[in-house]
Nanobody
Framework: QVQLVESGGGSVQAGGSLRLSCAAS????????IAWFRQAPGKGREGVATVYSVTGYTAYAPSVKGRFTISQDNSKNTLYLQMNSLKPEDTAMYYC???????????????????WGQGTQVTVSS
């Protein structure tokens, strides 16, 4: 059974940094894409960043490119999201999610991801 457990969320002032972690179990990371999504109150789930374990391909939402970095440690089966220069609009619940393969059409489409964690809250104050 696939399990994804996020951690590292918290409250930070604008301009600050946080690093999120997603500990995965129940599957082999090889051949999967693992991603970060976020959802702010009253808004839909937005793809933030994703990485394909086989090639290291990454994709980022334009709103976070240059500020956020996704990485993975396959030896620990853990995904990370380093978030720098945080803005109030980054405030959301952040989720990690997994899908087999690389979603060629839209790597950040929430609908293609099969397994989801419970989320960790990130709050950025101005």
């Amino acid at each position: 059974q696939v399990q994804l457990v996020e951690s590292g969320g918290g409250s930070v002032q604008a301009g600050g940094s946080l690093r999120l972690s997603c500990a995965a179990s129940g599957y082999s990371p090889s051949g999967h894409s693992i991603a970060w999504f976020r959802q702010a109150p009253g808004k839909g789930r937005e793809g933030v960043a994703t990485v394909y374990s086989v090639t290291g391909y990454t994709a980022y939402a334009p709103s976070v490119k240059g500020r956020f970095t996704i990485s993975q440690d396959n030896s620990k089966n853990t995904l990370y999201l380093q978030m720098n220069s945080l803005k109030p609009e980054d405030t959301a619940m952040y989720y990690c999610a997994v899908v087999r393969g690389w979603p060629v059409r839209d790597p950040l489409a929430a609908g293609v991801y099969e397994y989801w964690g419970q989320g960790t809250q990130v709050t950025v104050s101005s």
